[in-house]
């Protein structure tokens, strides 16, 4: 059974930091790319970050370059999103995905799993 467990999400002040986790449980293969999107109220779903699990490649949505880094640990099939400089745009519930394949995509349509999102709220 295939599952991805997201965690670490909160709410801070404008400018503050959280670091999301993405915890992968069952995948048999080496070959998949795990992405953030996140979801505000009455917007459609966006790619924020992706990487590669085997080469480690990443990209980022333009809104969040210089403050979000995503980042991996093999050994713990864990992603993690960090999030510095937020701000209340950041708002949204963020979600980890995997592709099964080894290229990251921004279209979240490629994406055959999901975890069930954590809740970022970023406000005063």
Not at 25 to 31: C, K
Not at 60 to 76: L, P
């Amino acid at each position: 059974q295939l599952q991805l467990v997201e965690s670490g999400g909160g709410l801070v002040q404008p400018g503050g930091s959280l670091r999301l986790s993405c915890a992968a449980s069952g995948f048999t293969s080496d070959y998949y790319a795990i992405a953030w999107f996140r979801q505000a109220p009455g917007k459609e779903r966006e790619g924020v970050s992706c990487i590669s699990r085997l080469s480690g490649s990443t990209n980022y949505e333009d809104s969040v370059k210089g403050r979000f880094t995503i980042s991996r640990d093999n050994a713990k099939n864990t992603v993690y999103l960090q999030m510095n400089s937020l701000k209340p745009e950041d708002t949204a519930v963020y979600y980890c995905a995997v592709r099964t394949s080894y290229y990251c995509s921004e279209y979240s349509s490629v994406y055959n799993y999901w975890g069930r999102g954590t809740q970022v709220t970023v406000s005063s």
